[in-house]
C-alpha cells in the first residue's frame, strides 16, 4: 500500500493490497437473533439525511430545503457549533416541543426509520417520539416505543415501519422543557422495494472503527469533513450505471460504488460503533450482513470484537481482509496491520488459528503473474479473469493447511512455488462461512481520498484489481 509513511511510497503507483475473506454466506441465516429484517433493505430515494446541505439558525418555525426534499422545523435549527452531537459538519438541534418533519412523501413505503440522537451539549436527558403519515400529512400515527436521550455521544434507534405506499415522517420532542436534543442521519429503508434485477442484493459492511483513516490513510468509501458516516454521501439510491466512483471521497469509494452498481448495498461501521455479533439491539451487528469488509485496522480488535468475528465466519459470514507491510503502524500505537490480523487469529476465544494462514512480517515490491488457475470463482469469476497482481509495499501469508484443510493461494510471488509460502492472497471456509485475505491495500486504492491525504490509483491501473476484489466480494457473499 502507497499511501502510508514508509519510503515504500517513493515508488511507482501503489498497487498492493491484503484481502482476508472468510467463510461464505450468501445464503446465511443466522443462527443467532437479529434486528434486521429477513428481506434485503434499499435505501428510499435521497436518505440518509444528514441535514448537511441547509441553513436554518432561528428556532422559528420555517422549512428549510435538504438533500432529501423540504422540511419544517418548529423550534428546531440546524446546528454546527462544537455543542451540536453530529457525523458531519451539521445536524438538527431540537428544543422544547419542537418538530422536524417532512413535506414531501416517500413514495416507495419503509421496512424501517433509523436516527442518529444525542443530548446537546451538557444538557440533561430528554424524550422523543418518530410519527408518520399515510394520507401527505393530513394525519400522523405514532411509530414504535418513546425514546429516551440522555448520552452527548450519537446513538441509533430504528424504528420497525413495514407499510408501502406514500409516507412521510416526524421526529417529535414530547418531554418539552430547556434540555435539547441533536438529530442526525435520518434513514429510510425498504423491504425489496427496489430490488436488483437479479433479487440477490447482499448486504457489505465496511469497518471505520479501527483507524482505517489514521495518517495518511482513507481506506474506508466515504469521508465527510473528517467524519466516516453509516451511509456514504450522497446516497446510494442516486448511483447508476454511469456514476463515477467519485460520487464518493475515500480511498476505497471505486469498490464500494462497483457493488452498488451490481445490485448490493453496503454500509460503514463508523468509530465509536460497536462491533458485535448476535446483538439484537446493535442494529449494525455484523448478523445484519451478507459480508464483513475491513482494510488495513490500525488498532486491536478488543476480545469481545474477536469472538464476534470468528464467529461471524463460522455461522456463515464473509470475512474480507486486508493487511499491509511490516512497520506500517499508522497511528504509533505500537501494532500494524499484521500484527492486529495474526492477534485476531492466535489470542480468540473461539478457535486458535481457525483459517489456516499467518501474515508474514516482510515488505514486498512486486507485480506478479504467479497466478492460481483454472476454475476458481475468485481467480477466475463473473467479474473476469485475474492475471496479476501489483503490491508496492505490502506482505505475504504463509498457509498451513493441517490448522485448516480449505485454504489455498491464490497469488504467490513470482519467484514462488505455488505451496504454502510466500502466498500474496489465499482464501478459505471456516465453519460455513468464507474468508479472503490479500497482503496490500494498494490494489484497491482507487485514488480519491480526504483533502491532504496523499493516494494512488491502483484499482484503475490493473485491470485485474477490480475483478479480484469484485470476485472475492461476490464469492464471500455466496454469489458465486
Partial sequence: MRMSFSTRYLVAPLLGAVLFV???KSEYRPEVPTAAPAAQQVAAAGFPEGFETGTKTAYTT???????GSWTLNDALIGNTTADRKTGAQSVRVRNLGVVGMNFNT???????SVSHAAYGTDGASTWELWKSAD??????????????????????????????NLRFQLRKVSGGTNRINFDNVAIEQNGTTPPPTGTGKKFLFDASHAETAGNADWVLDVDAGVVPRYPTPAASGITSSTPETYWTAAISAWGVALVKLGHSVEQLPNGTALTYGNASNPQDLANYSVFVVDEPNTLFTASEKTAIVNFVKNGGGLFMIS??????????????PDI?????????????????????????ENSTNVRTGTNPIMNGTQGQVTQLAFYNGATMTLNPTQNSTVQGLVWRSTATQGNSLAMAASCTYGTGRVVIIGDSSPADDGTGSPGNTVYDGWGENLSHPRFHLNASLWLAKLQ
Avoid: E
Avoid at 420555517?62 to 432529501?68: D, E, N
Avoid at 418513546?146 to 430504528?158: D, E, I, N, R
Fill in 324 to 337: 499491509d507491510h511490516d512497520i506500517s503502524d499508522r497511528n504509533n500505537d505500537g501494532y500494524d496491520s
Fill in 136 to 165: 401527505s400529512g393530513a394525519s400522523y400515527a405514532k411509530v414504535g416505543s418513546t425514546v429516551t436521550t440522555s448520552s452527548t455521544a450519537l446513538a441509533t434507534a430504528t424504528f420497525t415501519v413495514n407499510q408501502s405506499g
Fill in 107 to 113: 413514495t416507495t413505503g419503509a421496512s424501517t426509520v
Fill in 62 to 68: 420555517g422549512s428549510v430545503a435538504l438533500g432529501s
Fill in 341 to 365: 490480523w495474526n492477534d485476531l487469529m492466535a489470542n480468540n476465544s473461539v478457535q486458535a488459528n481457525p483459517f489456516g494462514f499467518k501474515v508474514n512480517l516482510d515488505n514486498i515490491v
Fill in 22 to 24: 472468510s467463510c461464505s
